[in-house]
């Protein structure tokens, strides 16, 4: 777990860069060319890792995948935020929710056939969907970025880089940044420390913690639009408090129960929360940003998952190695509690810089 850890660090900290750098091309050369270019690396990546044996140039491996293979996630993001308007971007960011969790369903499913057949022929195959979805990117999609200004239009890459200072000076923003840092660094357990830990202390094989993913993504897909439609009826900052509340309960559950029905109720806390939380906030970063800074907003807010991935899998993998494992658990409720709290701090501040929906209800 020490391992698995220390390369999530190196993936996340060459993501960290990357990110940075994708954030700044998207306002400077668009968003259509950076998902490509994404998609490009992505499947660059994949070849690449299916011929890696040796483990010190796997890690070497594990570093230029974080740094290249996302660059396109910005872009994507921002691309959302100029299509639609305000009232329907939770909506559209919900709608990718709902992709995502549909392609986590299926492709698992997919991934185990074909790793029957070959490893090497699912990195391949990984490689060639990259491909495919970067050429239908290119005819059927347009750039969306908002007309420059002669002077934006204008400015260097060393200009474009030097506005993330623009958005660190952004009080409200900063202060939403990192109480997401502490949410999602409950979150982040998930997919890195609760899989081995049900494995070693309670017996759930492999194909058992697929099942509760599979619970993950089926309530999601069945049930994202509705819940999107009635939280976007209240105030953001309250509907994350909300969803974090629910994090905190649903992570430090794990700590106490020790039957299969249990895990499974805890997932599906945890999936209410992650429904409450994931459209709304992308959301309220589209409406933090200025039009023409959409991209390093977005990539800022990035970060919120990269950082966590730092340390936090490599935390939680120390104290399983050396502690009680449960204790991980019991951290995690804590923070969430304190990220919880957070947000409902920081809906004051918000109301105060960004003007709520007037449909909004306290």
Do not use: C
Not at 197 to 216: A, E, I, K, M, T
Not at 253 to 276: D, K, R
Not at 286 to 302: H, L, N, Q, V
Request: charged share 10%; net charge neutral.
């Amino acid at each position: 777990m020490t391992e698995v850890g220390v390369l999530f660090a190196i993936l996340s900290g060459a993501r960290i860069i990357g990110s940075f750098l994708s954030g700044a091309l998207t306002d400077k050369i668009g968003r259509r060319l950076l998902m490509i270019y994404g998609l490009i690396f992505s499947a660059g990546s994949s070849l690449l890792m299916a011929f890696v044996e040796d483990m010190t140039i796997f890690y070497l491996a594990v570093f230029f995948v974080g740094l290249l293979s996302s660059i396109g996630g910005p872009a994507q993001q921002a691309m959302v935020a100029d299509l639609l308007p305000e009232k329907q971007r939770a909506d559209g960011y919900g709608l990718l929710h709902v992709s995502d969790n549909l392609a986590h369903t299926i492709g698992p499913m997919i991934g185990g056939l074909l790793a029957g057949i070959s490893y090497i022929l699912l990195f391949f195959i990984d490689a060639a969907l990259s491909i495919i979805t970067a050429i239908i990117i290119y005819f059927a999609l347009t750039e969306t970025q908002p007309q420059k200004s002669d002077k934006q239009a204008e400015e260097s890459m060393a200009d474009i880089l030097g506005g993330y200072w623009r958005v660190a000076k952004n009080g409200v923003f900063m202060a939403f940044f990192a109480i997401a840092i502490l949410m999602k660094l409950v979150y982040r357990q998930m997919g890195t420390t609760l899989p081995v830990f049900l494995r070693d202390l309670h017996g759930v094989p492999p194909q058992g913690y697929g099942w509760l993913l599979s619970l993950n993504a089926a309530i999601v897909v069945l049930f994202q639009f509705m819940i999107t439609r009635k939280t976007s009826q209240f105030k953001p900052m309250k509907v994350m408090a909300v969803g974090t509340f629910l994090y905190a309960v649903g992570f430090a559950m794990y700590g106490f129960v020790s039957i299969s029905m249990f895990f499974f109720i805890a997932m599906a806390i945890i999936t209410i929360g992650e429904m409450f939380i994931s459209p709304i906030g992308q959301s309220l970063v589209a409406r933090f940003a200025p039009e023409d800074m959409r991209g390093r907003y977005m990539a800022f807010f990035g970060f919120s998952w990269t950082i966590p991935s730092l340390f936090g899998p490599l935390a939680a993998g120390l104290i399983m190695d050396n502690f009680n494992p449960n204790l991980v658990w019991y951290l995690a409720g804590v923070i969430g509690l304190i990220a919880a709290l957070g947000y409902w701090q920081l809906n004051n501040m918000m109301e105060k810089n960004i003007p709520e929906s007037s449909t909004a209800q306290p």
